[in-house]
């Protein structure tokens, strides 16, 4: 069935080091997917997304790669900062359902 | 500001009574939706609503009923039939249905006394 995973469920890194985000997939429909940042008590931010006809998107201090051929999709965070610390969540839409499907998310931990 | 604000932030539930939940948009939104999201999980659809007077069951419905009445609105009332109650809810909205992203609140975290 569908499904969105993560490789790693939490990453610490040191302030001004770059992160980089892993997300597995295995609807090869999918067509559409989308990077939310969650805070502690809040909810999802959308941070950026990328379609199925492109494989790299850049945003503000973010990267998004897709590698359709292996069903990956990474988020990349330049220059990583402590207000970059929260859980980030991959999230794809498959086909003709445009129903959106979520990870279970990775805890971002930024050291100072 | 546009968004989306979701009332109460916390909520307690005694065993048996059912509470409705709050989401109300200004992004003249069509699409609106409820999700579920559990300790370290990810986030699980409950319903959705496409436009005005409209609505679907997600993947996790049972225990939940909702309206849509008004473009702006889409309360969530978890019911007694709904046995684990205990989670934090997010409203979110999408410009229609099939034009993500969605949008989020910032949720309603529901307790049992």
């Known amino acids: 069935g569908e499904s969105v995973g993560l490789h790693l469920p939490t990453l610490s890194v040191q302030e001004g080091d770059n992160s980089i985000i892993n997300c597995a997939y295995s609807?090869?429909?999918?067509?559409?997917f989308i990077w939310y940042k969650q805070e502690s008590g809040k909810g999802p931010q959308f941070i950026i997304d990328?379609?199925?006809?492109?494989d790299k998107r850049q945003g503000q201090r973010v990267t998004v790669l897709l590698n359709k051929t292996v069903k990956h999709l990474s988020l990349q965070i330049a220059a990583t900062q402590p207000g970059d610390s929260a859980v980030y969540f991959c999230?794809?839409?498959?086909?003709?359902?445009?129903?959106?499907?979520f990870g279970k998310g990775t805890l971002l931990t930024v050291n100072p | 500001d546009g968004g989306i604000t979701q009332s109460p932030k916390y909520l307690f539930r005694k065993e048996g009574q059912n509470v409705t939940l709050s989401c109300e948009q200004n992004?003249?939104?069509?699409?609106m939706y409820w999700y579920r999201q559990d300790p370290g999980q990810g986030l699980r659809l409950i319903y959705y609503?496409?436009?005005?007077?409209?609505?679907q069951k997600g993947d996790i419905a049972e225990g939940y009923s909702v309206s849509r009445e008004k473009k702006e609105s889409f309360p969530l009332t978890v019911t007694s039939a709904q046995k684990n109650p205990t989670a934090f809810y997010l409203c979110?909205?999408?410009?229609?249905?099939?034009?993500?992203?969605?949008?989020f609140g910032d949720g309603t975290r529901l307790s049992i006394l």
């Open positions: 609807n090869s429909a999918s067509d559409y």
């Open positions: 979110a909205s999408s410009q229609t249905y099939n034009n993500q992203p969605q949008h």
């Open positions: 990328i379609r199925s006809n492109m």
């Open positions: 992004l003249n939104h069509d699409a």
């Open positions: 999230a794809e839409v498959g086909g003709s359902n445009y129903k959106l499907t």
């Open positions: 609503s496409q436009i005005v007077n409209d609505f």
